[in-house]
């Protein structure tokens, strides 16, 4: 059946073939051809089941490989980090370091056997959704590359990790601490969730110098106090009311001042700072447009961030000023600005896992299969992704459609086009029938 899709897609998910025992490959090979096969489909297990026409297997097994099988899904992903770090080496690296990045998205699912399934308050602002949305609340984190495509610099997300957030209606994950004389059982927070995975990135990465972008939710001394003690900086927006505070002045000398000793410098209110200190011209790409912004700098203390100060960066907007912070001082107001925005990039990676890789289409029972449906998902998008890069000129990848250069859309197409001319190219008038019955069959469940 290799002969039936292109090679590159082949090689690379031949990569993973030790991880697995022999059966149990079959099924991994299948789950990653499949994503393209289905086409706009969902990706459950019943549809990739009947797509994959070149393995002979019933639907169950196809499930136990989910819940059942022995493979670990850490050393899949240790290997898929390992695949992109050597086919793309220095363009992973974002202003001299890797950048990772996280964020959260909203699968609906309904309540009854599944685990962790509650009522979550919806900030997409879908006046559908009423608010809120019942389902499962999933943590995402990966990586960012600049990557040279056909002469333009192309940002690209690698979606790597995911973790599913424990609410406290349905929790599904604990924490046991320890104190002076007993356990202490909790249950995880959103952070306790969300953390880890840039902690696994920041590992699988050795420990290299490390930054990640975030959203201004994350802009909390929850997830910047972990950050820095393990070493990686942090690139995110602040509120619009943010406060900073001065270094603290220098105690007088001679007889001391009654009261309170004061812990704090002059306070700013960081919006504020645009009339306050002079205004500087910088030139930045934003969304692979080139524009010019009037921006204020200054490094400040912020609230419960103790161990460092951070540099803010306020940008003059028509409606009121973006805030934006870093707790890397190296940084420049242009650098900052544009990490920052290459968030736009992993909100469409969100949406090509969930149109496309079917992320939200599992439907077990049991946190095992759905945290190994998720996974495969995940790398299935990263294979292709590695293999568009690969192919972006063959001849297979060729189409007169108006799609993008990164779309999966086209993937798709091209690997069905290429996958049917292949079986046509078999089922020919001068091919052996007798040799090869299943070959009507085969192209009936690729169609259909």
């Known amino acids: 059946m290799d002969t039936l899709f292109p090679s590159t897609i082949i090689a690379y998910i031949a990569v993973f073939k030790p991880l697995f025992p022999a059966n149990n490959f079959l099924y991994f090979r299948s789950f990653m051809l499949a994503y393209m096969l289905i086409g706009k489909s969902r990706k459950c297990v019943t549809n990739i089941a009947k797509s994959c026409f070149y393995l002979d297997r019933h639907i169950s097994s196809m499930e136990r490989f989910l819940s059942q099988y022995q493979w670990d899904m850490s050393q899949v992903k240790r290997t898929l980090f390992q695949l992109i770090k050597d086919r793309l080496g220095e363009e992973l690296l974002v202003c001299g370091a890797y950048l990772a990045w996280v964020d959260t998205t909203m699968i609906s699912k309904v309540k009854g056997k599944m685990p962790a ?15 809120y949305i019942i389902g499962h609340h999933w943590a995402i984190a990966g990586l960012v590359s600049n990557v040279m495509l056909k002469g333009t610099l192309t940002t690209i997300c690698w979606p790597l990790l995911t973790s599913l957030i424990s609410g406290h209606l349905n929790p599904l994950g604990f924490i046991a601490t320890k104190d002076a004389k007993n356990y202490r059982v909790e249950v995880m927070t959103f952070w306790d969730a969300v953390c880890p995975l840039v902690a696994q990135i920041h590992h699988l990465a050795e420990r290299v110098h490390m930054r990640v972008v975030a959203d201004a939710y994350f802009a909390k001394a ?21 406060v900073g505070w001065d270094d603290l002045p220098p ?7 009654r009261g309170r000793t004061q ?11 645009l009339y306050v200190l002079p205004q500087e011209i910088v030139n ?12 204020v700098i200054k490094d400040v203390w912020i609230r419960d961030v103790c161990s460092q100060k951070v540099r803010v960066v306020i940008i003059k907007n028509a409606k ?30 969100i949406r090509d896992l969930k149109q496309h890789f079917g992320i939200g289409d599992y439907q077990c029972h049991a946190s095992l299969p759905i945290n190994r449906f998720v ?9 292709w992704r590695l293999s568009l890069i690969t192919d972006i000129e063959a001849p297979w990848l060729q189409s007169d459609d108006q799609t993008s250069t990164l779309s999966f859309t086209k993937i798709s197409r091209a690997v069905r086009r290429f996958a049917l ?4 190219h078999k089922s020919a008038s001068n091919a052996d029938f007798n040799k090869d019955t299943s070959i009507p069959k085969e192209m009936l469940r690729l169609v259909i």
Request: aromatic fraction near 8%.
């Open 117 to 131: 399934v509650q009522r979550w308050h919806n900030h997409s602002g879908n006046s559908d959704n009423e608010g």
């Open 222 to 242: 929850s997830f910047i106090n972990p950050m820095l003690c393990m070493g990686v900086d942090v690139i995110t927006r602040m509120r619009k009311d943010a």
């Open 251 to 257: 105690t007088p000398i001679g007889k001391k001042k």
């Open 263 to 273: 812990v704090r410098g002059n306070e700013w209110k960081l919006s504020k700072l």
């Open 284 to 295: 930045v790409i934003i969304y692979g447009k080139e524009c010019n912004l009037c921006v």
């Open 320 to 349: 009121e000023p973006v805030i934006l912070l870093s707790t890397d001082l190296t940084l420049s107001a242009a650098q900052i600005i544009y990490i920052y925005a290459l968030r736009f990039n992993l909100e469409l990676a």
């Open 375 to 383: 996974g495969l998902s995940l790398i299935g998008f990263c294979l």
């Open 421 to 424: 001319q292949e079986i046509f």
